[in-house]
């Protein structure tokens, strides 16, 4: 007999924690609790991908209703209507986490609705002042969106108060260059709000290949957003109807809304961690092990709150990892490489191994590259072009990655990161039959090598 209230404590109601409460009560019989202080469903389905892709969607009719005239449809595109689309995406949201919710209760897993925080190796305190045991405790608080210190930004949004505006701004800055940034900039863009973009590098997407991501800047240009690059907000101050901008390029400008999206911290904040022995990196994320364990043997941790590969999918792998090792008796390392990703932009950017830049540091490669106007937007006289790109090493003639920056790069990526994963080299890519007439069959008909790099 155990002398503990629970085998596994989780913090944290969203895709890492849930997940790994549902499995480890679910498929081993343990005695799980699972402490959410918000919304259960976590930052992917409250406030991140879910409502963000349901935004992206809303966002791509626009270009979709204008390109329906050249097809000879008589159409013209009325209002957008935020209030009415803003309904509907709250509703789907509380359908969602209803569904969390009874996941959880179905599995077995006991759920206090209140912040927790740790107090011991095996003692954790919800909000109420209750204290409770467990074998093993499970961090999995995620992360918040930070704000870079500039004066007067307290009259700024970040994502996370998107989702609720009471009415769509007539115009928005979004200060930053990472994917949420770019994301948010082309749906603004798309539902007809004026959207300006302030990043202080030199290109967006920082870490992405430089040919895509540079692609995407300029196809983002081109749709109407107002991209500043090497730029930054100095002050801000509110007025009578927006926010006044000062920045570093000499814009002094008004804005409606001003949106960060300029980071993300770890959910480490008064949570008792350092004092009884979890330590904590620069950003104050939780530094675990191969496992998932901290320097604490009974406190593990998964997803965003460790800061590694912050995605959806990696916290739940994380999160069934953590069960493996801790209740099945396999110990499990989640496997990072070659995680295949995709960038809800507009055009999408899907991307899986290294960029062109990071192979060139593992030896010889061979870069396939096209570039070329598809033909469905092409028809609707837009100059949009798309991205297929392959790296591949020259010595193992596997191919190391493959970044695409095209409508539906997300759904193809998925497909190509499974043969990537598998090994495959350029020769099986070739031997594949093209898939015609699509976009992506170019990734199977390029012959010869835009460029080698010894
Ligand atoms: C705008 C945006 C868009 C995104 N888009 C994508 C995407 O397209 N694809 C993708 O893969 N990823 C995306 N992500 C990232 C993804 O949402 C996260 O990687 C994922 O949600 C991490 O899961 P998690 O379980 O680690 O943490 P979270 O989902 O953040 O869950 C942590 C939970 O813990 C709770 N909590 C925190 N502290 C406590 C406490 N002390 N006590 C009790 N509860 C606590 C929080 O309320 C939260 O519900 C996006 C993120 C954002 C912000």
């Not at 965003?304 to 990696?314: A, F, G, S, Y």
Request: glycine share 12%.
């Amino acid at each position: 007999m155990s002398n503990f209230d629970y085998d596994l404590f989780v913090i944290g109601g969203g895709s890492g924690g849930v997940r790994a409460a549902r499995v480890a009560a679910g498929e081993t019989g343990a005695k799980v609790a699972l402490a959410e202080e918000s919304r259960y469903g976590g930052t992917c389905v409250i406030r991140g991908c879910v409502p963000k892709k349901l935004m992206v969607f809303a966002s791509e009719y626009a270009p979709a209703m204008e390109d329906a005239k050249a097809y000879g449809w008589n159409i013209e595109a009325g209002d957008f209507e935020w209030p009415r689309f803003r309904g509907a995406l709250e509703a789907e949201l509380d359908r969602l986490e209803g569904i969390y919710r009874k996941l959880l209760a179905g599995s077995g897993v006991e759920t206090f609705d209140a912040r927790a925080k740790v107090v011991d190796a095996h003692t954790v305190e919800l909000a109420t002042g209750e204290r409770k045991t467990a074998k093993h405790i499970l961090l999995a608080m995620g992360g918040r969106p930070i704000k870079p210190g500039t004066p007067g930004e307290e009259h700024a949004i970040t994502s996370n108060d998107i989702f609720h505006l009471d009415k769509l701004p007539k115009s928005i800055l979004i200060v930053g260059g990472g994917y949420i940034a770019c994301e948010f900039a082309g749906i603004m863009n798309g539902l007809g709000v004026e959207t300006t973009q302030y990043y202080r590098g030199a290109q967006i997407l920082r870490g992405f290949d430089e040919e895509a991501r540079g692609l995407v800047s300029e196809e983002m240009i081109q749709n109407g957003v107002e991209l500043h690059l090497g730029t930054n907000v100095i002050e801000m101050e509110k007025t009578g109807s927006g926010i006044h901008v000062k920045a570093t390029n000499g814009d002094k400008r008004d804005f409606d809304v001003v949106m960060f999206a300029t980071g993300r911290h770890p959910n480490t904040e008064d949570m008792g961690l350092e004092e009884v022995g979890v330590k904590l990196g620069r950003k104050g994320e939780v530094l675990v092990d191969d496992y998932g364990q901290t320097d604490v043997p009974s406190i593990y941790a998964v997803g965003d709150v460790t800061d590694r590969v912050n995605l959806t999918p990696v916290a739940i792998r994380e999160g069934m990892a953590f069960v493996e090792t801790v209740f099945k008796g396999n110990p499990t390392k989640p496997d990072h490489e070659l995680i295949p990703t995709a960038i809800f932009t507009q055009p999408e950017m899907g991307t899986v191994g290294l960029s062109e830049e990071e192979a060139r540091d593992h030896g010889p490669i061979e870069v396939y590259a096209t570039s070329f106007r598809p033909m469905q937007t092409l028809f609707a006289g837009r100059e949009a072009r798309v991205l297929m790109k392959l790296i591949v090493c020259a010595a193992t003639r596997k191919v190391l990655g493959c970044h695409i920056v095209a409508p539906g790069a997300g759904e193809m990526i998925q497909l190509a990161g499974i043969a990537i994963k598998m090994g495959a080299t350029k020769e099986d890519f070739d031997r594949t039959v093209a898939v015609h007439p699509t976009m992506s069959e170019e990734i199977v008909t390029m012959k010869t090598p835009t460029r080698v790099v010894e």
